[in-house]
């Protein structure tokens, strides 16, 4: 099972998300600091 984490590049929180998530951050921001989040903040580790 692969897991997705966002690693934020303003605040530098890091967050395991799944894909529901994932559609938020890209869509709403870090949900710690509200930094706009691309699809390169995020990183899968098997
Ligand atoms: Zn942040």
Same mark, same amino acid.
């Given at each position: 099972m692969?897991t997705?984490e966002?690693i934020?590049a303003?605040?530098?929180? $890091?967050i395991?998300?799944?894909e529901e998530?994932?559609?938020?951050i890209?869509?709403t ?6 930094s706009s989040a $691309? ?8």
């Open positions: 692969t997705v966002f934020c303003d605040c530098e929180q $890091s395991e998300v799944n998530m994932r559609e938020t890209l869509a921001g870090c949900p710690v600091c509200t $691309s699809e390169d903040d995020f990183v899968a580790e098997e």
